[in-house]
């Protein structure tokens, strides 16, 4: 994620994020947040102008924190909670006073979900989309895309896309990549 003169990383092994000025002098940080739980992975990243959010895997749910930007340990540490049952978090992605997150589900007939709140209110979740393996989220001012990893059994991964404005308005596999997984 990049925000102003920094870009920032979720650190998958060692947990927490890491943040790089993008200017000179250059200056690494690789632990900029200190994970919320020492040896949870850290997974999914994205930045507003005044928040990082990230998410952490624990044993029996997921959770998306926040810090802002410019007071990295004021973490509001679970900023989201999502339980078991509504999947592990793998992306997210904000959008104007919205925040999309992908979550993976190790029920068959569910595979995993996109999900989304408003910042304001991070309590009233929607639903968006069942049955999507979407482990990478992109946005753009009318649309909503995901890699979709795991379509039905396919080892070629798909591009999908949903209309922000008309949720049914969704395509599973609208690109197929062409590329063969390994």
Do not use: C, H
């Not at 992306?91 to 997150?101: A, G, L, N, P, R």
């Amino acid at each position: 994620a990049a925000s102003g003169k920094y870009f920032y990383w979720a650190n998958m092994n060692i947990g927490g994020i890491g943040r790089a000025a993008t200017i000179p002098p250059n200056t690494v940080t690789s632990q900029f947040i200190k994970p919320n739980d020492p040896g949870a992975p850290s997974y999914g990243l994205a930045s507003d102008w005044v928040y990082i959010y990230w998410s952490e895997l624990g044993d029996s749910m997921s959770i998306i924190s926040r810090a802002p930007i410019n007071n990295p340990t004021a973490v509001e540490k679970e900023f989201i909670t999502v339980t078991e049952d509504k999947g592990s978090v793998y992306s997210i992605v904000i959008s104007d006073k919205t925040i999309f997150w992908s979550a993976t589900v190790d029920e068959d007939e569910v595979n995993g979900l996109i999900m989304k709140a408003p910042i304001d209110r991070p309590n009233e979740v929607e639903e968006l989309a069942r049955g999507v393996y979407a482990t990478s989220l992109a946005i753009d001012s009318g649309q909503l895309y995901w890699i979709n990893l795991n379509d039905e059994g396919e080892s070629t991964p798909f591009i999908g896309r949903m209309s922000l404005s008309d949720k049914s308005d969704l395509e599973k596999s609208w690109f197929d990549t062409g590329f063969e997984l390994v």
